[in-house]
C-alpha cells in the first residue's frame, strides 16, 4: 500500500528546529528573496521603482537613489509597521501552516510567546494575504456548489416552561450566516459569506465560465441553473455519490475541513470575520498536497507583495 503524501518525508521540508538554527540574517536574506524574486533579492523601490539604492544597514533600511525614499524590505506590505523579529515572523507562518485544523489565536500567542492582540492581528493579516490568491478567479470544468450554515445557534433555557420554538424566525440569531463554496475539481475553492445559500446562484453565474459542467445537491434554488450550465445532480437522501463521478464529495470535504476549524480550533467565530476562516480553510484544503516549506514561502511571498491591510492595520487601536 503506498503511503500517503502527508506521512512522507516529502510534505516536511520546513520546521522550527530549522528555521531557529538559521540567523536572524538567514530569515532576512529569505524575506528579500521573496518580496524581490524578479531581482533576485536585490531592493527595489516601492515608490519609483529605482533599482539604484543605497544602504543602510544598521536599520536594515535603504534609500532610493532616484527619489530619495528610505524603504525596508517589509514597507507597503502586510507586514508593515512590524515589531517582530524576521525569524520570529518566519516561524509565525511555518506554525501557520502546519495546522491542518487552523489555529487559535491563544494557541498562537501561546507559541510565539507574544500577546494575544498581536496573534490575532496576525493570524488575520495572514489570512487577507492567502485569500488574494483567489480575489479574481474564475472556474471551468467541473465545479461542484453546495452551501452550510454557520454560527447563531441559540441556546434553549434552563426551564422548559422558559423555552421558545427555536424554528421560529423571531426566536432565531440574526448572526447565522451560510458560507456558500464552488470548487473545481482538481483546481481552487471559491467562498462567498451570505445570508440565504439561493443567493449562490447569482455567485455561481459570475464565477463560472461558459461550458462549464455543474454539480449539486437536491435544493430547488439550483434548479435556475441548469438552464445555464450543464448539471448533475444527486439526491442526498438517496445517496451521497452514484460510484461514475456524480457527487458533491469534493465540496463536502471543504466544508468538513471548515465544520472542525471552526469547532475544533476556535469554538467561536464572529459572522464579521466568518469570511476569513472559510478562505483560510479553502486555501488549507486547496493545497493540502503541497509542502510545509512550499506552502509557508508560497504565503510569505503573498503577504510581502500584498498591500498594507486596512482592515487590519491598527486593529486593536481603533476598537479601543
Excluded at 35 to 46: I, N
Excluded at 102 to 127: E, I
Excluded at 177 to 196: D, K, P, Q, S, W
Aim: hydrophobic share 35%; net charge positive.
Amino acid at each position: 500500500m503506498a503511503q500517503h503524501f502527508l506521512l512522507s518525508a516529502e510534505s516536511r521540508t520546513l520546521s522550527l528546529k530549522e528555521i531557529y538554527k538559521g540567523s536572524e540574517e538567514k530569515a532576512y536574506d529569505t524575506f528579500k528573496r521573496l518580496r524581490w524574486a524578479s531581482t533576485q533579492g536585490e531592493p527595489v523601490c516601492p515608490k519609483c521603482g529605482c533599482l539604484d539604492h543605497y544602504d543602510i544597514p544598521t536599520r536594515r533600511k535603504f534609500k532610493c537613489a532616484a527619489c530619495g525614499a528610505q524603504f525596508s524590505v517589509t514597507s507597503g506590505s502586510i507586514f508593515a509597521s512590524r515589531k517582530l523579529s524576521f525569524v520570529d515572523l518566519l516561524a509565525a507562518i511555518c506554525l501557520f501552516v502546519n495546522g491542518a485544523k487552523g489555529m487559535s489565536a491563544v494557541q498562537f500567542s501561546r507559541d510565539l510567546d507574544v500577546q494575544y492582540k498581536t496573534a490575532f492581528v496576525l493570524a488575520h493579516k495572514l489570512r487577507e494575504a492567502l485569500s488574494a490568491e483567489t480575489k479574481d478567479e474564475t472556474l471551468e470544468g467541473e465545479v461542484e456548489i453546495d452551501g452550510a450554515y454557520f454560527g447563531g445557534v441559540v441556546r434553549p433555557e434552563n426551564r422548559v416552561e422558559d423555552r421558545k420554538d427555536r424554528r421560529v424566525k423571531e426566536n432565531q440569531s440574526d448572526r447565522r450566516r451560510v458560507v456558500i463554496a464552488l470548487r473545481e475539481r482538481a483546481g481552487r475553492t471559491l467562498t462567498f459569506i451570505r445570508h440565504r445559500e439561493a443567493e449562490g446562484v447569482d455567485i455561481a453565474r459570475a464565477r463560472m465560465l461558459a461550458g462549464t459542467k455543474l454539480f449539486a445537491d437536491e435544493a430547488s434554488h439550483w434548479d435556475v441553473l441548469e438552464g445555464e450550465f450543464a448539471s448533475t445532480r444527486i439526491n442526498h437522501s438517496e445517496s451521497y455519490s452514484d460510484g461514475h463521478g456524480k457527487h458533491t464529495n469534493m465540496v463536502e470535504s471543504y466544508f468538513s475541513r471548515l465544520r472542525r476549524m471552526v469547532a475544533g480550533q476556535h469554538h467561536h467565530v464572529s459572522h464579521r470575520y466568518l469570511y476569513q476562516y472559510a478562505n483560510h480553510a479553502a486555501w488549507l484544503e486547496d493545497h493540502r498536497r503541497r509542502s510545509n516549506g512550499g506552502n509557508a514561502f508560497a504565503l510569505l511571498g503573498g503577504a510581502l507583495n500584498h498591500s498594507v491591510s486596512r482592515v487590519w492595520a491598527g486593529y486593536w487601536q481603533r476598537s479601543a
